[in-house]
């Protein structure tokens, strides 16, 4: 799932020129048909079609918005959470039930316009109502003002959110710094890693895909540190991962290479279980330089060894995980 797509929201005064600016045209090749026509019927025609262009185009452009607009309520639960820490919820939906409005608006506005314009039959007439118009559809487009403000920025944050697929096993890496969690992702994944960006947190998501497509995700600074000491935007982002995470990979550095003893790295592994309701794999890194932490599976990202044990416990834990979604207890 991405957002890349969600085009540019524009203020209301930019709607308003298009619409004018087409309506102005429209007028302008009406006019110049030369066919000889009543000048009553023809300044009909040429106010209605105004209208109607103008009505049309901010009509269109509000719904395109609309449309466009990710329906908050059928998002995949880790988009859904992310646009509720991220986004004043209340006021995204309120600001779409605002476009929705000025869309009726704007349908009534020209209906009785339009109606307005056939009754009438002085020339004069047609321009007092056409102008009567637009200053109306310029009052209601005004009245969103702020909504449309808002929905550029909501647009904004949620370019930003990180293109994971929502529907592919998940696998998260956790571990310490530099106990070899970029390392091990490259080791799985093969291919250089995707670098999706997280909003709130100045940290980017390496994201990674194997054989089977399972993705793999690789958390710098978010699942590195004992969860009290992040701030809530951290934790709230920590809260997103956990609605794709299917399996977490935990990495111990057995040399403490890392820098980190081996007490801390168990500490940030009791928080990590006790944080994400899945299973964890423990993996000992390294271990081309020393013996692995006891009850892990043992492997060198660096060398490749023991990786195939790593997939095999991760093939075998997701399948064991498929089975027992089958058959609930
Ligand atoms: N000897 C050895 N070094 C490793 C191994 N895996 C990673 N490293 C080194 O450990 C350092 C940190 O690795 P990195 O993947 O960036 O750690 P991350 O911070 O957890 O992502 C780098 O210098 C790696 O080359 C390994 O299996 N053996
Ligand atoms: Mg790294």
């Given at each position: 799932m991405n957002f890349q797509g969600l085009g540019k929201i524009e203020t209301y005064e930019q709607y308003l020129d298009m619409a004018f600016k087409d309506s102005m045209k429209v007028a302008e090749s009406i006019r110049s048909d030369t066919k000889s026509q009543d000048r009553i019927v023809k300044s009909r025609r040429v106010e209605s079609a105004r209208v109607m262009t103008v009505a049309k185009s901010l009509i269109s452009n509000l719904d395109g918005i609309i449309k466009r607009f990710p329906s908050i309520d059928h998002l995949p639960p880790f988009y859904n959470e992310l646009v509720h820490c991220t986004i004043d919820y209340e006021l995204l939906k309120?600001?779409?039930?605002?476009?929705?409005?000025?869309?009726?608006?704007?349908?009534?506005?020209?209906?009785?316009?339009?109606?307005?314009?056939?009754?009438?039959?002085?020339?004069?007439?047609?321009?007092?109502?056409?102008?009567?118009?637009?200053?109306?559809?310029?009052?209601?487009?005004?009245?969103?003002?702020?909504?449309?403000?808002?929905?550029?920025?909501?647009?904004?944050?949620?370019?930003?959110?990180?293109?994971?697929?929502?529907?592919?096993?998940?696998?998260?890496?956790?571990?310490?710094?530099?106990?070899?969690?970029?390392?091990?992702?490259?080791?799985?994944?093969?291919?250089?890693?995707h670098v999706a960006s997280y909003p709130f947190t100045t940290q980017k998501l390496n994201l990674g895909?194997?054989?089977?497509?399972?993705?793999?995700?690789?958390?710098?600074?978010l699942l590195d540190r004992p969860i009290a000491k992040r701030n809530p935007i951290e934790r709230q982002a920590i809260l997103a991962l956990k609605h794709v995470a299917n399996l977490v990979v935990f990495i111990i550095d057995p040399t403490e290479s890392c820098g980190y003893p081996i007490g801390d790295q168990e500490k940030l592994l009791a928080d990590i279980k006790k944080q994400f309701a899945v299973p964890v794999i423990i993996v000992s890194n390294k271990t081309d330089l020393s013996k692995p932490y006891p009850e892990s599976i043992a492997a060198s990202a660096k060398t490749g060894k023991g990786i195939d044990a790593v997939r095999a416990a991760i093939t075998s834990a997701l399948a064991r995980q498929h089975t027992s979604a089958q058959n609930p207890a």
């Open positions: 309120k600001s779409l039930g605002a476009l929705n409005w000025a869309k009726k608006q704007l349908q009534n506005l020209l209906d009785q316009t339009i109606i307005e314009l056939r009754r009438n039959k002085r020339l004069h007439h047609f321009n007092v109502v056409r102008t009567s118009f637009s200053g109306r559809a310029s009052s209601v487009m005004k009245q969103i003002k702020k909504n449309l403000e808002f929905l550029e920025g909501a647009r904004k944050i949620m370019k930003s959110y990180p293109a994971l697929k929502t529907s592919v096993p998940t696998i998260v890496i956790a571990g310490m710094p530099n106990v070899g969690k970029s390392t091990l992702l490259a080791a799985i994944t093969g291919a250089k890693p895909y194997d054989a089977e497509e399972n993705q793999y995700i690789d958390t710098p600074g």
